[in-house]
């Protein structure tokens, strides 16, 4: 399997917009998604297939993509929105399922 | 509304055996593909294992491979890990969760059950 690279931290005041970055040689071939996790919560997904959003998460969250680099894009942040944030994509490696995650950013709302 | 609730984990000794157990409830069960991902204490997500919708095609992680068993009965609408030979770094919370789309080029995992700790130590 292959690698995604996130940056450990990322940190915005309130209001601001943050993104955080996903990286990996197999995301031109591959669709992203993003996964928001709160303390002592279960991963929710936010984004999907690069930037598409499922029902319930707000308009603030946005995903792009770009070569190797995929972005996560809160605008307007709100304190609310402090969590870890996990980029992942499918391997094509042929194992059944297999998914594959980056390290995790931490986003700090100032 | 579609609910995952895990169960099954504990502390188990080095070499030691656990089965977890995933219910399902709120969608239709055998409409969907399901995964297990763990995650270390203080760490990052680690995807397990998957399964197909009737159990006809599963993957492993390289980590696990040969000693982890997924399966799943869709009259119980419930997965299963069964975790043999197990060793300390196999430590973590873990979590089923619904494989919404498949394919070998895209899928993703969605919602999550809140997971059942396992604890490897002598």
């Known amino acids: 399997s292959y690698e995604l690279t996130q940056p450990p931290s990322v940190s915005v005041s309130p209001g601001q917009t943050a993104r955080i970055t996903c990286s990996g040689d197999?995301?031109?071939?591959?669709?992203a998604y993003w996964y928001q996790q709160k303390p002592g919560q279960a991963p929710v997904l936010v984004i999907y297939?690069?930037?598409e959003r499922p029902s319930g998460i707000p308009e603030r969250f946005s995903g792009s993509s770009s070569g190797t680099t995929v972005t996560l894009t809160i605008s307007g942040v709100q304190a609310e929105d402090e969590a870890d944030y996990y980029c992942?994509?499918?391997?094509?490696?042929?194992?059944?399922?297999?998914?594959?995650f980056g390290g995790g950013t931490k986003l700090t709302v100032l | 509304e579609v609910q995952l609730v895990e169960s099954g984990g504990g502390v188990v000794r080095p070499g030691g055996s656990l089965r977890l157990s995933c219910a399902a409830s709120?969608?239709?069960?055998?409409?969907?593909?399901m995964s297990w991902v763990r995650q270390a204490p203080g760490k990052g997500l680690e995807w397990v294992s998957g399964?197909?919708?009737?159990?006809?095609?599963?993957g492993y992680a390289d980590s696990v491979k040969g000693r982890f068993t997924i399966s799943r009965d869709n009259a119980k609408n419930s997965l299963y890990l069964q975790m043999n030979s197990l060793r300390a770094e196999d430590t973590a919370l873990y979590h089923c969760?619904?494989?919404?789309?498949?394919?070998?080029?895209?899928?993703?995992?969605?919602?999550w059950g809140q997971g059942t700790l396992v604890t490897v130590s002598s």
């Open positions: 709120g969608f239709t069960f055998d409409d969907y593909g």
């Open positions: 297939k690069d930037s």
């Open positions: 197999a995301l031109p071939k591959q669709y």
């Open positions: 992942q994509s499918a391997d094509s490696s042929g194992t059944y399922g297999e998914g594959v």
């Open positions: 399964i197909n919708w009737n159990g006809g095609s599963t």
């Open positions: 969760a619904r494989v919404p789309q498949y394919s070998s080029s895209s899928h993703w995992f969605d919602p």
